[in-house]
């Protein structure tokens, strides 16, 4: 069973849809006996930085999710808000701790060109930077669903770290990996068959059916922008 994690945001039904409509199973909880029992977790989120930590602490998930993931070394999906959630901080509104799996900070999107508006909402074109068995079966610039006014920046020597980007008037971190900790910025559960896709290739994951696949082979010339505001060289 795969662990959905309700702290009070997310579109949260979508996902346990999807991942239904591929026959995995999936539950929506904030119980800390389904966590430990489920064979991964994953974190959706919308809404602000701050109050979601807040809710994580409230509920006491920290904690869980620590041994759950960093002892245990379950499947960690985390899902826009999710994903930001893996950093050591976000700027939004203040100073906020996160979770400090991967080392990076949540900043504003501050595009180079105005044309580029904030927050950025819509359909993103994402280059890889290293091959992800999250993108397994994709093409090479497979194109997803935003909804963000904030990302999350890395300094150079955490780059690989990064396994794609998209590009709105800046370098934007799509998506992460560390070991069983995987992160994506856009929302797979919005973005119709190529979501379904890599939502399936993570619970292939889980359930051990890409223990031995090689990673993605795609790596687009385009990776190699760089704009001069990002810290990573990608």
């Known amino acids: 069973m795969i662990a959905i994690i309700d702290y009070g945001a997310g579109n949260l039904r979508s996902v346990a849809k999807a991942f239904e409509s591929l026959g995995y199973a999936s539950h929506i909880t904030t119980s800390h006996q389904d966590l430990e029992k489920s064979a991964a977790i994953v974190l959706p989120g919308v809404g602000a930085f701050g109050d979601g930590m807040a809710n994580l602490e409230r509920l006491g998930l920290i904690e ?3 041994q759950q ?38 900043q504003k999107i501050v595009p180079m060109d105005a044309a580029y508006r904030i927050p950025h909402i819509g359909w993103n074109n994402i280059s890889f930077q290293d091959g992800s068995p999250l993108f397994l079966n994709l093409e090479a610039e497979p194109v997803f669903y935003f909804v963000h006014s904030y ?52 619970a292939k994951i889980v359930y051990g059916e890409h223990r031995d696949a090689q990673k993605t082979p795609h790596t687009s010339p385009d990776f190699a922008r760089w704009d001069g505001s990002s810290k990573c060289k990608v």
């Not at 379950?74 to 799996?101: D, T, V």
């Not at 920046?153 to 800046?170: A, D």
């Open 69 to 106: 993931v960093l002892v245990q070394k379950k499947p960690y999906l985390g899902i826009c808000l999710g994903m930001q959630f893996l950093a050591e901080e976000s700027l939004e509104h203040g100073s906020h701790r996160g979770l400090g799996w991967i080392p990076g900070v949540v």
């Open 151 to 202: 990302h999350m920046v890395l300094q150079e020597n955490n780059c690989h770290y990064i396994t794609s980007t998209c590009w709105h008037g800046t370098t934007i971190t799509a998506s992460v990996q560390k070991e069983n900790i995987f992160g994506v910025q856009f929302h797979p559960e919005k973005s119709q068959r190529t979501g379904m896709t890599l939502l399936s290739n993570f």
């Open 64 to 66: 869980v999710l620590n």
